[in-house]
């Protein structure tokens, strides 16, 4: 286990500059801040782990700060031989990063009630804070 995790940190420490860093960290935000106020308040749900972190908050209530963190690393441990070491580690700095992010926007009401009280316009908009959080972060890596 240990020269798989000094792998990932090498290959982490090695291409990783202070702008990467912050563009994922941008594209986290982003995308938590779709997810918590749009389509969470709206019960518009998305596909793959983002949905599934929505309907375990909706049935368990269980944060999607936490389930996030878990079905995340669950997939990369599925992926990593296929997708390597340098998507894995960029992967689960996006994905802890996301978490936090969550967990920072979950004490506050939703920023646009008027904007949830229409499913269409909610998933259009939360769509846009998908798909921009979610590019910046591939983007990177």
């Given at each position: 286990m240990k020269p798989f995790i000094s792998g990932l940190l090498k290959k982490l420490t090695k291409d990783l500059t202070v702008k990467k860093l912050l563009l994922i960290a941008l594209g986290a935000m982003i995308c938590?801040?779709?997810?918590?106020?749009?389509?969470?308040?709206?019960?518009?749900?998305?596909?793959?782990?983002?949905?599934?972190t929505l309907l375990i908050d909706h049935w368990l209530h269980i944060s999607?700060?936490?389930?996030?963190?878990?079905?995340?690393?669950?997939?990369?441990?599925?992926?990593?031989?296929?997708?390597?070491?340098?998507?894995?580690?960029?992967?689960?700095?996006?994905?802890?990063?996301?978490?936090?992010?969550?967990a920072l926007l979950e004490p506050f009401a939703p920023?646009?009630?008027?904007?949830?009280?229409?499913?269409?316009?909610s998933a259009v908009a939360g769509a846009a804070f998908i798909g921009v959080g979610a590019g910046l972060c591939v983007r990177m890596g």
């Open positions: 938590s801040f779709g997810i918590h106020n749009i389509h969470q308040r709206a019960d518009v749900t998305e596909g793959g782990v983002l949905g599934a999607p700060a936490a389930s996030a963190f878990v079905l995340n690393a669950l997939c990369y441990l599925i992926g990593w031989r296929t997708l390597g070491k340098g998507f894995l580690a960029y992967s689960a700095l996006c994905g802890a990063a996301y978490s936090v992010f969550y920023l646009w009630p008027g904007l949830i009280a229409s499913p269409l316009w």
